[in-house]
């Protein structure tokens, strides 16, 4: 990596903190080190032994703690912290990396979108000023002739074999969703302007809220520049009990897996019981933006000390 990478890095980070001030977003910092992980069995958190205490974990986002924050009435706030996710090393993934986040009080989803794009586009000189706004289900009847969420398993794996996808083991429902949103969807997004998918199926909710539809949807969005998936964004679930009941359920989901145990975050939970004020929040990979600028090929290319060689 050359130095005018670093020194890229460098504006970008300025002019994040320029967008910010002048928006009056508070900077915060929080512990990278916590006694609880995340229980996402999609997500590996990194552990680390701390002598005579307890396994701490490397936080694979910020999330938890800022929403402690809010809690706690700070208001409007970002942090641009490394996160730690083990396991993730690819072209466009490494397991240490840097990530923008943050949370926008009274806003909703589509108002945060509003602001997603206003930054990126300020920090992205090589795209076009007009980007795309589009359902998850409008971008599956587009493409695949398909309604997300009303099409059972048998047609998503029809749907797969006529697309001589090479598929190993066997997929559930949502799985099934993945696989034709990277291999079939995300490829044909343009290559020069943003793409906000929004409104996702209710069982990819995380700890975002879902809608009150006939058929409801989950409230969150993600922000691609081609296929390169750059942010992902939640009207925040504000429920307690609904926050609890997705760690729990996401904790016997590893548990089945047979996937490392993780503590469910009993300080956030007691913080979501003290009321999370209505907001939306949304995560920026600054080293994918890095990237997308650079036109470089690989996600080591745009970071110091990568992966192998850290």
């Known amino acids: ?33 916590s006694q609880a992980g995340n229980t996402d069995p999609a997500i590996e958190s990194f552990q680390v032994r701390v002598p005579g205490e307890q ?32 396991g993730e090393l690819g072209r466009y993934h490494n397991p240490e990396f840097t990530m923008l986040e943050w949370y926008r009080l009274q806003f909703t989803y589509h108002q945060l979108m509003q602001e997603v794009e206003e930054l990126l586009l300020s920090l992205l000189t090589n795209v076009q000023k007009i980007s795309r706004f589009v359902s998850y289900r409008q971008l599956f009847l587009e493409v695949l002739d398909i309604d997300p969420h ?26 099934m969703l ?36 006939d058929v409801p949807v989950a409230q969150r969005f993600e922000v691609y520049l081609g296929k390169v998936e750059l942010g992902n964004g939640y009207q925040e679930q504000t429920d307690a009990q609904l926050n609890a009941d997705v760690l729990y359920a996401d904790q016997r989901s590893r548990e089945r897996a047979g996937l490392l145990e993780i503590p469910v975050d009993e300080h956030f939970l007691l913080a979501m019981q003290q009321g999370l004020p209505f907001c939306s929040g949304v995560a920026i990979g600054i080293d994918r933006l890095l990237l997308c600028l650079t036109g470089k090929k690989k996600l080591q290319e745009v970071i110091s000390f990568p992966w192998t060689v850290a």
């Open 1 to 33: 990596m050359g130095i005018e990478v670093l020194q890229l890095r460098a504006r970008i980070l300025h002019d994040i903190r320029a967008f910010f001030y002048e928006r009056k977003v508070l900077e915060v910092e929080t512990p990278a080190l």
């Open 55 to 86: 396994i701490r974990y490397l936080h694979t986002s910020a999330e938890y703690p800022m929403k402690r924050l809010l809690a706690a009435g700070v208001g409007d706030i970002y942090q641009i912290c490394k996160v730690w996710r083990a």
């Open 150 to 175: 009303s099409a059972d398993t048998a047609e998503l794996h029809d749907c797969i074999l006529r697309k001589n996808l090479d598929v190993v083991g066997k997929l559930d429902h949502s799985a």
């Open 178 to 213: 993945d696989i034709l949103m990277t291999h079939c969807i995300e490829p044909v997004f343009s290559e020069d302007c943003l793409t906000f998918v929004y409104d996702y199926p209710a069982k990819q909710k995380a700890l975002a809220c879902l809608s009150k539809d």
